[in-house]
């Protein structure tokens, strides 16, 4: 009977499962509800897809066994076709789907990135006709997005594309529907950053926000960008930020670039003070609010956080030092028109002088008519190489030396320097990061400085001891370097020469050029030198001076450095170098002589001078050999690439940034 019985029901369960027309079910495959049917991919369509997910409420547990909070698989799709990815299908976007059903486990993140930056050869699918117009933009930001924090592996709970523009309903950023427009992007951020949501409420930017008749203000993506973000106190996102805010307080951030603070954070420097150090990254209260911190019942605690030997005056410090504002920064106002204005007419004075000179010397030149094809053409003659094998000594090793040093320590405090006062070009990024960071940048400069005083006060010093040693010297006479009436006569000489009203002057040892020249040095070393000296040891000066000095040196130190190049690399290379009669190099400086008949030439008066007094003869010494020839040159025109080259990238930061 009990096999009977077993019989029956394996015959019964073989019929049920194994119909007259159908294949076995195995148990991996998957059993289709009532009125399903499975399609293959080629066959899916959006309708399909709609079926399940165009139902309201339609989800799934993502718990065990049915329990747990549910995931909302709803799709509206009226509101989908009117987002920017309306004219996509579902399987554009779900590329892993290979048929319908697809119950078991999730499907692959869509990959939004690849399809972005396909748009900029064409190969993502079709897309509506504004988003093929801004292809270049969303390629970039795009790429923007990939080398952000939030698009780096390492964080699992990072927000990828849709956690910050829906999945479905993305809109152009300015549709007030658009999850990151500039009403509803401090809610879509605040789903990860809830206290920074909180504070921003609190905050001036927050509370305006909600009166934007007052006018407008700064959401989440106005001040940390929308794709760019990187890790809150690292360098690219100070940049970005401060950008960001510029775009809303121009004169703010310009007059904050302006100081010490920052060029020097935008360089990498931690130790300074940037934006949200003094107004609060979230918290932001206008400025005489009593909970702000610059607040003046505040400040002297704000500034204490960074300077706590400060003396109490210091709190007068721009921290925003705009010089066009006279009412609040007299003293900038002042010195920078002055400053300017010696800079400008110092320019035009020895820019038309060499431009003069160079043309005066030109025209000069004889002109030899050379025959070609049976027609004359005229032709300047070539400048006179001299090579009467004797030479005068102008300079001895140690004055050359002292040059040397001198030359080398301008050069390389003006790419130091400039690279600080010009930041934000793209050639002082390079460098600073290329050397090590703007500490090592910082070590160069210093050394570099101490190089540059030793070498200007270090030779006055020298100088002074010997003539006060030798006794009887002449100290407005022929061989003395400070002013006297013949550089007047001599200056006025050379422009009536320029015009062609008269002869070029007779020149003595030392010209009107060289001596300013010479004491343009000590100028600008005093200038550059106390003002820095004021900044390097701002600790111990801080306790000192009112805050409003340090603005003032940090002006008069990049002003006056900016007069240094622009006269150093222009007018005294034109002045030795590059004007017809001496170019391409003079090698005086390397070698220590110059030929006998052009010492002859530049300086008649002193070779007439000498011979009267039968002393030239001691000054005459044998020729360069050829070595000490080749390497001077090579010495002089790498000195002269260097200075060039320095000259176009002050050139660069001007163009971008200014001079004050």
Same mark, same amino acid.
């Given at each position: ?141 795009? #790429? $923007? *997005?990939?080398?952000?924090? /939030? ?6 709970? %990072?927000? @990828?594309? &849709?956690? !910050? +523009? ?87 951030? #310009? $007059? *904050?670039?302006?100081?010490? /603070? ?6 990498? %420097?931690? @130790?300074? &003070?940037? !934006? +949200? ?384």
């Amino acid at each position: 009977m009990r096999v009977l019985l077993a019989l029956l029901l394996f015959l019964t369960g073989a019929s049920y499962a194994y119909g007259a027309d159908e294949e076995p079910v195995l148990e991996s495959q998957e059993r289709l509800l009532p009125g399903e049917k499975r399609l293959p991919k080629a066959e899916i369509t959006d309708v399909d897809c709609l079926d399940c997910h165009g139902k309201a409420g339609f989800s799934v547990p993502t718990g065990e066994q049915g329990r747990g909070p549910s995931r909302h698989l709803d799709l509206n799709a009226d509101a989908f076709h009117q987002s920017v990815h309306g004219d996509y299908s579902c399987m554009d976007c779900h590329a892993d789907i290979e048929k319908l059903p697809h119950r078991k486990g999730h499907l692959d993140a869509v990959d939004c990135v690849s399809c972005h930056l396909q748009q900029g050869d064409g190969s993502s699918p079709s897309r509506r006709k504004w988003l093929a117009q801004d292809t270049i933009k969303i390629v970039v930001q795009t #790429k $923007s *997005y990939t080398h952000s924090i /939030h698009a780096r592996d390492s964080d699992k709970d %990072n927000a @990828d594309c &849709a956690d !910050c +523009h829906t999945a479905h309903y993305v809109y152009p950023s300015d549709d007030t529907r658009s999850s990151v427009h500039k009403l509803n992007a401090p809610e879509s951020c605040g789903h990860c950053h809830a206290e920074a949501l909180e504070e921003y409420r609190n905050s001036i930017h927050g509370a305006s926000l909600k009166t934007p008749w007052k006018g407008d203000s700064a959401t989440c993506t106005d001040c940390h960008s929308a794709h760019q973000i990187d890790e809150k106190e690292g360098t690219k996102a100070h940049r970005v930020v401060t950008e960001q805010c510029e775009s809303c307080h121009e004169r703010e951030v #310009k $007059s *904050y670039m302006a100081t010490t /603070h920052g060029q020097l954070a935008w360089l990498g %420097n931690k @130790d300074v &003070a940037r !934006c +949200h150090d003094c107004h609060q990254p979230h918290t932001t209260h206008a400025v005489d609010d009593p909970k702000s911190m610059v607040d003046k019942s505040n400040i002297k605690k704000t500034c204490g956080e960074c300077h706590q030997d400060a003396g109490v005056n210091f709190t007068n410090f721009r921290a925003h030092s705009d010089i066009s504002d006279y009412e609040r920064n007299p003293e900038l106002w002042w010195v920078s028109r002055i400053m300017v204005a010696i800079v400008i007419l110092t320019l035009i004075f020895f820019y038309s002088h060499s431009m003069l000179w160079f043309w005066r010397e030109v025209k000069s030149r004889p002109i030899t008519w050379v025959k070609v094809d049976g027609r004359n053409y005229p032709v300047r003659a070539k400048r006179v190489k001299h090579d009467s094998g004797k030479h005068f000594q102008r300079f001895s090793w140690q004055w050359r030396l002292n040059h040397w040093a001198l030359a080398l320590s301008v050069m390389t405090l003006v790419f130091t320097g400039m690279a600080v006062m010009y930041p934000g070009t793209a050639w002082a990024m390079f460098t600073v990061k290329l050397i090590g960071g703007w500490q090592i940048f910082g070590y160069i400069h210093r050394t570099a400085a101490v190089i540059f005083l030793l070498a200007v006060f270090g030779h006055a010093v020298v100088v002074v001891l010997r003539l006060v040693s030798k006794g009887g010297f002449q100290w407005f006479g022929p061989d003395s370097l400070l002013p006297r009436k013949k550089d007047w006569d001599d200056m006025k000489g050379q422009f009536r020469w320029f015009f062609g009203k008269g002869e070029q002057p007779r020149f003595d040892r030392w010209t009107y050029w060289e001596k300013f020249d010479y004491w343009a040095v000590y100028w600008g070393a005093f200038i550059i030198g106390m003002s820095g000296i004021i900044l390097w040891f701002s600790p111990y000066f801080s306790r000192i001076f009112p805050g409003w000095v340090f603005n003032l040196a940090t002006l008069a130190h990049g002003v006056e450095a900016f007069l240094a190049v622009m006269t150093l690399f222009v007018v005294h290379f034109f002045n030795n170098h590059f004007r017809p009669s001496k170019f391409p190099l003079d090698t005086v400086m390397f070698v220590g002589s110059w030929d006998l008949e052009e010492f002859k030439e530049e300086r008649p008066e002193e070779y007439k001078r000498l011979v009267a007094r039968g002393e030239l003869e001691k000054h005459l010494v044998a020729p360069p050999s050829k070595r000490a020839n080749t390497v001077s040159h090579i010495l002089g025109f790498t000195l002269l690439g260097i200075g060039l080259i320095l000259l176009v990238l002050v050139i660069i930061g001007f163009a971008q940034r200014g001079l004050v």
